[in-house]
C-alpha cells in the first residue's frame, strides 16, 4: 500500500505516516457525499447556518491544536497558525450573517408575471488545496460552498494531511451531516477519476498556474465548473509622497507574512526614485532584525521553508538577481544548521531579466524597482503575466486611487497590504486564475443561477 510521509521542516523529522486510499474507497466516499448532499440541499440556509456557528466554536475551542500541527507541517510561526485558525471562525460568523442576504432571490422585470432568478446549489465540489495556509485555503472553500447547499471533498497537499484530517473532523464535531465534507488521500489518477465522476459538479482549486492550467483543461473536457486561484507577483507600489516609517513596517508584514510563501504577499516593490534609496533602507533595517528560527518561539517572526526544494529555489533566484547585477542589502542566504531556513532578503539594482522580477518568489525575497514616473509604475505593474493583487501607498488618496483602477489585477488596495476577507471578494486575472473566492461573488460560483419566470394561462 503506497504511503504519505510528513515531514516537519524546521527540524527534517518524520511527523507521520498515512496510506493513500484506494481507488475503489475514495469512488465509495464519493457516493456516501452525494447521499449526504441530497439531503443537505433541501435545508434552508437559516438551517444550514446552524451548523456553522457550531463550527466557528469548535474552530475557536480546538485553535491550539489545530496551529501545533500546522506549524509543525508546514513550519510557520504558531502565533501565524493560531491567527489562521481564527480568520477560519471568522469566516463562518461572517457567511452565517450575510448567507441569506447573499443568495436571496433576485426580482427582475421582463414581460411576465413574475421573473428572478433563484441561486440553487450544483451537487459534490471537488477542492484540490495547497499546503502553505492549511486551514484558511480549505475554510475559504468550504464554508460558502457548503452554505450554498453544496457537498465537499477535499485533496489536500500531501505534506499537510494530518492538518486535512483535522479539518474533516472538525465538521464532524460540529455536528454536520456524516457525510457532507469529507477528506480523501489519494494519488492523481484517483483524483482524476473523482473529477470525472457525474457526482462531481465543480472544481476548486488553489495552487500554481501550472497546476491551475492542468486542472482546467480536465475540467473542460469534463464541463465542470472551476474555479482557480493561482500564483502572484503582486507589486507594492510606493509613491514619493509616502510616509516611509508607515510603509517599511507594513513592507514587512506583506512580503514576509506566511515565511514569505503565500500568493498575495507584496513581492515587487515598485518605488519612486526620489525616496528608493531611503526606503529600502528602512525596509532592509527591519528585515535585519526579523528573528528566524523555532516556529514554537514566540519571538520568532520567520519560520521555516516548507522543504528542501523550495529553499533551493529561492536560493537560486536571489543568485540569479547576483550575477546580474543585483545588490543585497539584507540576507541572500541559507541559514545552516536543521530546517529549511532562509534569511529575509532584501534585493536593488534589480531589472526585468532577473527571475525575482518577472518569475514569482515564494520565499522571504523582496526585489525594489525604482521608477521615475506614476505610468512607468502603472507599466512595470502590469507587466507581469500575475493579476491578483497589489497595493498602492500614498497620502494623497485620489491619487492613489486613480493609479490602482490602472493596476490589472483581481484586487487592489490604497494603503493596506494585500489580504483576504470573507467580506470582500478574492480572486486573480492573467494567469493568477479565474473566479471568486469568498463575499457574495463567491458564494454564487457553485450555485446554479436559475432563471425563474412565470405567466399568466392565457
Request: aromatic share 8%.
Amino acid at each position: 500500500m503506497m504511503k504519505v510521509q510528513t515531514i516537519n521542516p524546521a527540524t527534517e523529522e518524520n511527523l507521520n505516516e498515512y496510506e493513500v486510499m484506494s481507488q475503489e474507497k475514495v469512488l465509495a466516499i464519493l457516493d456516501d457525499i452525494n447521499d449526504a448532499y441530497n439531503s443537505w440541499k433541501k435545508l434552508s440556509i437559516k438551517e444550514r447556518a446552524g451548523y456553522f456557528t457550531k463550527l466557528a466554536e469548535v474552530l475557536r475551542n480546538n485553535k491550539e491544536k489545530y496551529a501545533e500541527l500546522m506549524s509543525k507541517e508546514m513550519g510557520k510561526p504558531v502565533k501565524d497558525a493560531l491567527g489562521e485558525v481564527e480568520k477560519c471562525a471568522l469566516c463562518c460568523d461572517v457567511f452565517v450573517e450575510k448567507g441569506e442576504e447573499w443568495l436571496a432571490d433576485e426580482i427582475l422585470e421582463a414581460d411576465g408575471k413574475e421573473h428572478k432568478v433563484i441561486y440553487q446549489p450544483l451537487g459534490v465540489i471537488l477542492a484540490v488545496m495547497p499546503w502553505n495556509f492549511p486551514f484558511w485555503q480549505v475554510f475559504r472553500f468550504a464554508i460558502p460552498t457548503l452554505l450554498a447547499g453544496n457537498g465537499g471533498i477535499l485533496k489536500h497537499a500531501s505534506n499537510v494531511t494530518g492538518s486535512a484530517l483535522l479539518i474533516e473532523e472538525s465538521f464532524r464535531e460540529a455536528g454536520f451531516p456524516k457525510n457532507i465534507f469529507r477528506t480523501i488521500i489519494a494519488d492523481h489518477d484517483t483524483t482524476a477519476k473523482v473529477m470525472e465522476s457525474e457526482h462531481v459538479k465543480g472544481v476548486s482549486l488553489t495552487g500554481s498556474t501550472n497546476a491551475g492550467k492542468r486542472i482546467a483543461e480536465a475540467a473542460g473536457r469534463n464541463l465542470k465548473k472551476v474555479v482557480l486561484e493561482l500564483g502572484g507577483s503582486d507589486a507594492f507600489i510606493i509613491l514619493e509622497d509616502a510616509d516611509l516609517e508607515i510603509v517599511a513596517k507594513n513592507a514587512i508584514l506583506g512580503r514576509f507574512q506566511n515565511n514569505g510563501q503565500s500568493c498575495i504577499a507584496a513581492k515587487r516593490f515598485i518605488v519612486r526614485k526620489e525616496i528608493a534609496e531611503e526606503f529600502a533602507n528602512k525596509f532592509a533595517d527591519l528585515a535585519k532584525k526579523m528573528i528566524v528560527g523555532d516556529p514554537f518561539d514566540e519571538n520568532t517572526k520567520l519560520g521555516s521553508l516548507v522543504n528542501e526544494q523550495a529553499l533551493n529555489d529561492i536560493d537560486g533566484q536571489v543568485k540569479d538577481a547576483v550575477s546580474k547585477g543585483a545588490k543585497v542589502l539584507a540576507g541572500g542566504k541559507k541559514i545552516s544548521g536543521k530546517g529549511y531556513f532562509y534569511e529575509p532578503t532584501v534585493i536593488t539594482n534589480t531589472h526585468k531579466d532577473m527571475e525575482i522580477v518577472h518569475e514569482e518568489t515564494f520565499g522571504p525575497v523582496a526585489a525594489i524597482i525604482e521608477v521615475e514616473t506614476d505610468e512607468e509604475a502603472i507599466q512595470i505593474a502590469n507587466s507581469s503575466e500575475f493579476g491578483l493583487g497589489g497595493s498602492v501607498w500614498t497620502k494623497d488618496l485620489e491619487r492613489g486611487k486613480e493609479i490602482a483602477k490602472q493596476v490589472e489585477t483581481g484586487c487592489i488596495f490604497v494603503n493596506s497590504i494585500t489580504k483576504s476577507d470573507p467580506r470582500l471578494p478574492f480572486g486573480g486575472i492573467k494567469e493568477s486564475g479565474i473566479g471568486r473566492e469568498l463575499s457574495q461573488y463567491g458564494i454564487k460560483e457553485f450555485v446554479n443561477v436559475k432563471g425563474f419566470n412565470v405567466y399568466e394561462h392565457k
